[in-house]
């Protein structure tokens, strides 16, 4: 008794442990989203470990886009790519608005950064359709924002820039770590652009303002290393090769966390300057040798992705137009068996009604024949069939099936009877012999045998 209670009451409860284990795996699903830009190999490792328990489409939709994060930040885009695109599969069964859209802005950086405009352009237009929902107004801003600056750092428009950078003030103060990454990166921009039109002072400012905006949650991030290889330019460009080399030194340091070919490119291209200016030979080979790597790792990593992308779309393709055809050979088939069964049913109704008007007939013929012979006061002679009153229409139809009989090989036969001729017209013995008496004035034994 006392065991059938513990175990009511633990029903009861709710079921404390699945909660837990929920609650765990959201807690890990955050610890996983925050490591992204820091330490992304530890959040391939939750991610990857959630996925393979995961219960429900948001936690399979969730830690794909985890994992698809997590590789693009190490520069492994086939990667990247494939668990993005397993990720957009669950997109539409989500009902978080806030959540698709989140994927949607990550997916513009995504296909923009490896240069297939066409379909960050498709992702734009899609996460606009999403806007017309109810989506989180923090997040339907942070991906208009995005798109803005994607277009406005494209086409080099300091102006517009600014412009882009004062729409966080009607953010709250304490943004979120993608607000933060997004505004770190139109501060970037804006240092770059206004480095390239020759104004190393203004963009300077812009650089420190981008590190610190990056560096308000956490500071060793992909996004940081960047900033930081961007602003070595600055100090390259003033000659203080030292302040640039110490700039870089930073980044390098970052960059081994990640192992990625791109931030491995651009630290060791910008050294690769700043030594050949110093002429330090064993320093500039090294670096030489480093960049050479990194371009190849680049070069097969693009192609890896470019094939990846031609496989997901052309199975994407195949897949859709097999369901075409499956849709159009069930609907065929739908439409062929409501035929087939409307043209039975036509053809019953056709043979039912014939069938009942021919019943009619011969009961009204039968009925007129029966109170025509009660009238008449002489019996009949016995093998002669006086008038019938037949119908003017039946008679003359008889006729005509005379006329057509005795033209026939049939008209020859010598076993055809009476009753068998009657069946052969469609008609009683008695009509049949009716009209022959009356139209060739002899009986049918004389004439037809």
């Known amino acids: 008794m006392k065991t059938f209670l513990y175990i009511l009451i633990f029903l009861l409860s709710g079921n404390p442990f699945f909660a837990q284990e929920s609650s765990e795996v959201s807690d890990l699903m955050v610890k996983a989203e925050e490591n992204i830009y820091i330490n992304p190999d530890e959040s391939i490792r939750i991610a990857t470990q959630i996925l393979k328990n995961a219960n429900d489409y948001t936690e399979v939709f969730q830690t794909n886009l985890i994992l698809s994060k997590s590789y693009f930040a190490k520069g492994e885009l086939e990667e990247a790519i494939g668990y993005f695109f397993e990720g957009k599969k669950h997109l539409k069964s989500l009902n978080d608005e806030s959540m698709q859209l989140s994927f949607l802005v990550f997916g513009t950086t995504l296909f923009r950064n490896i240069g297939f405009y066409e379909i960050t352009k498709k992702i734009k237009n899609e996460g606009d359709l999403f806007l017309k929902s109810d989506a989180n107004e923090q997040q339907a801003l942070h991906f208009n924002i995005q798109k803005r600056w994607l277009d406005l750092d494209s086409i080099k428009k300091?102006?517009?820039?600014?412009?882009?950078?004062?729409?966080?003030?009607?953010?709250?103060?304490?943004?979120?770590?993608k607000l933060l990454t997004l505004k770190s990166q139109i501060l970037n921009s804006l240092a770059k652009i206004t480095l390239a039109e020759g104004n190393i002072d203004s963009s300077k400012i812009y650089f420190e303002?981008?590190?610190?905006?990056?560096?308000?949650?956490?500071?060793?991030?992909?996004?940081?290393?960047?900033?930081?290889?961007?602003?070595?330019?600055?100090?390259?460009?003033?000659?203080?090769?030292?302040?640039?080399?110490?700039?870089?030194?930073?980044?390098?340091?970052?960059?081994?966390?990640?192992?990625?070919?791109?931030?491995?490119?651009?630290?060791y291209n910008q050294l690769l300057k700043n030594y050949f200016v110093l002429k330090d030979e064993e320093k500039y080979i090294e670096s030489n040798l480093k960049v050479d790597h990194s371009l190849n790792l680049i070069k097969s990593n693009e192609s890896a992705a470019s094939n990846a992308i031609f496989n997901i779309?052309?199975?994407?393709?195949?897949?859709?137009?097999?369901?075409?055809?499956?849709?159009?050979?069930?609907?065929?088939w739908t439409f062929g068996t409501i035929a087939v069964l409307i043209l039975i049913l036509g053809l019953f109704i056709k043979w039912f009604t014939a069938f009942k008007l021919n019943h009619t007939r011969d009961v009204i013929n039968y009925l007129k024949l029966i109170r025509d012979s009660e009238k008449k006061e002489e019996p009949q002679v016995k093998g002669v069939v006086k008038n019938l009153s037949i119908p003017r229409e039946t008679e003359t139809f008889l006729l005509k099936k005379l006329e057509a009989f005795e033209k026939g090989n049939k008209f020859t036969s010598n076993e055809m009877s009476l009753a068998q001729m009657a069946s052969l017209f469609e008609t009683n013995t008695k009509y049949l012999s009716e009209v022959i008496n009356k139209h060739k004035g002899k009986k049918f034994q004389s004439l037809y045998k």
């Open 158 to 177: 300091s102006t517009d820039l600014k412009l882009l950078l004062a729409q966080f003030n009607n953010l709250p103060e304490d943004h979120n770590i």
């Open 209 to 267: 303002k981008a590190l610190k905006t990056q560096r308000t949650k956490h500071s060793g991030s992909l996004q940081e290393a960047y900033i930081l290889v961007d602003y070595s330019k600055s100090f390259y460009e003033l000659g203080e090769y030292q302040t640039a080399l110490d700039t870089l030194e930073k980044a390098t340091n970052i960059s081994k966390i990640f192992n990625n070919p791109f931030l491995d490119y651009a630290v």
């Open 313 to 332: 779309l052309q199975k994407n393709h195949n897949d859709n137009k097999e369901e075409l055809n499956k849709e159009f050979r069930s609907t065929k």
